[in-house]
């Protein structure tokens, strides 16, 4: 089992030239609750979880050994 914070644990922010980054780290009861989607979450669903962020960003990744962690981005103006 990953390792999980007892609260959800936001990453500071980081950028490309196309887009801007986020990690969201989910404690072990959210985690529960996705871990046998096996797919990216919609913003509906990540938010439904009690994850904040500005409207546009988008789960579009997971790194298997860490599922617990969301990877979001949002695409720039």
Request: contains cysteine.
């Amino acid at each position: 089992m990953p390792r999980c914070p007892t609260d959800i644990v936001y990453s500071e922010k980081y950028k490309d030239a196309e887009f801007e980054y986020r990690h969201v780290i989910l404690p072990h009861e959210l985690y529960k609750k996705i871990q046998k989607i096996g797919r990216l979450l919609t913003e509906h669903e990540w938010r439904s979880l009690g994850v904040k962020g500005s409207p546009g960003w988008v789960h579009y990744d997971y790194y298997k050994p860490e599922p617990h962690i969301l990877m979001l981005r949002k695409k720039f103006n």
